[in-house]
């Protein structure tokens, strides 16, 4: 049935595309029902069934261009890569390479390379910079499709960066402990999200939260001056080289679909 | 006709032909472009999230029924939309007059 096979592929694009909110089934259903409908017609006519079904998808619209204009209408932002996102996927790539190398040979403190040196601060926040560009593309690109978890995260992350900020300032100890736990809790449900639309390569993200959970035992461990390498030196690197990797992974994803042509430039005009 | 053109009236277009009869999406869609003569033809799939901001705007109101053994989503004009399509109907008479009497008059001044 070459019919329900291009219109099955066709829906299945299409809800990978659709913001996901509650209605996403009943669009679905809507499309699948209109398109059947005109390939009944167009078989009345004497068409041929993979005529017929073509006609129907060209006359529908591409996914790209119905999903856009759903996004459009409920202020979701788009689910495709745009030219903004493939520049933020390359910072991610450059973010997180350099922060990577860079806290990984931060750690080793004893080989002269660490926080102590010139050139850290500046490459550091090179790579901070450019780690925080990419991820406000990888947000981007799947705004669109978040569910509540998502959502939820996008408004714990700023409220806890702010009150990690203000409570460094004020040395106020419980709210420093609150915006961590909100940072965490933030990452996990954007995390999550993330993994679960499987735009992005689910390896990078698996290896960015390892990383990041690495964090908190690395840290304990700590790392001793005095000696050349320590297993908290190991951690560390390893922790850091992880999360770099990942980032600069999941930035490769995110450039790369540009250049894969997964989606056409802004529509004409939509309805 | 460009889509860009017929995107302002787009909600005037939907409401006059659910105003009629409760119809299904590709019925809409069916009844714009053979009563346009085809001149309104956009990509079809485009027109369903017009619909569903009219239908949140309450200005419709839709049912699920079963067609051929699918589900299928008819769309029928509420009170609400009903007062919305004579107040787009007054505007558009008033753009339409306004324009003609503009495009359709002689030149200006007129010559001596």
């Known amino acids: 049935m070459a019919e329900a096979g291009l219109i099955g592929a066709y829906l299945e694009q299409l809800r990978s595309q659709l913001p996901r909110t509650r209605d996403a089934d009943d669009v679905i259903s809507e499309a699948e029902d209109h398109l059947h409908t005109i390939v009944e017609a167009h078989l009345a006519l004497g068409l041929s069934e993979e005529a017929a079904t073509r006609h129907a998808l060209g006359a529908f619209g591409s996914a790209d261009l119905v999903a856009r204009a759903f996004a459009q209408q409920k202020g979701h932002g788009t689910a495709m890569p745009t030219t903004f996102t493939t520049y933020c996927g390359l910072a991610a790539i450059l973010g997180g390479v350099t922060l990577g190398v860079c806290l990984a040979l931060g750690t080793v403190t004893t080989l002269d390379v660490g926080s102590t040196t010139a050139w850290f601060a500046p490459v550091a926040t090179t790579g901070v910079l450019l780690t925080i560009v990419g991820l406000i593309g990888i947000d981007a690109r799947h705004r669109a499709l978040y569910g509540s978890a998502g959502r939820i995260g996008r408004l714990l992350l700023p409220v806890g960066a702010i009150g990690l900020v203000a409570s460094a300032a004020t040395w106020f100890a419980p709210g420093w402990l609150v915006s961590v736990a909100a940072m965490v809790l933030a990452l996990i449900a954007l995390g999550t999200e993330v993994w679960r639309s499987g735009v992005l390569p689910r390896a990078a993200v698996v290896l960015v939260a390892v990383g990041l959970a690495g964090i908190p035992p690395a840290s304990l461990l700590g790392n001793d001056p005095s000696t050349t390498w320590t297993i908290g030196t190991f951690v560390g690197m390893a922790v850091f080289g992880l999360i770099g990797a990942g980032l600069a992974w999941l930035g490769y994803g995110l450039w790369r679909e540009r250049h894969l042509g997964i989606s056409g430039g802004r529509p004409a005009a939509t309805a | ?112």
């Open chain 2, 1 to 112: 006709m460009r889509a860009e053109t017929l995107k302002g009236h787009l909600d005037l277009l939907l409401l006059a032909t659910i105003a009629e009869q409760p119809l299904h999406g590709y019925a809409v869609i069916e009844s714009l472009r053979t009563r346009s003569g085809e001149a309104f033809d956009l990509p079809e799939g485009t027109v369903y999230p017009a619909l569903h901001r009219l239908e949140r705007a309450g200005h419709l109101d839709s049912k699920w029924t079963t067609a051929n053994g699918r589900r299928r989503r008819v769309y029928a004009l509420t009170d609400k939309g009903r007062k919305a399509l004579a107040r787009e109907r007054r505007e558009w008479r008033q753009f339409v007059d306004a324009v003609g009497s503009i495009a359709e008059a002689g030149p200006w001044p007129k010559p001596a």
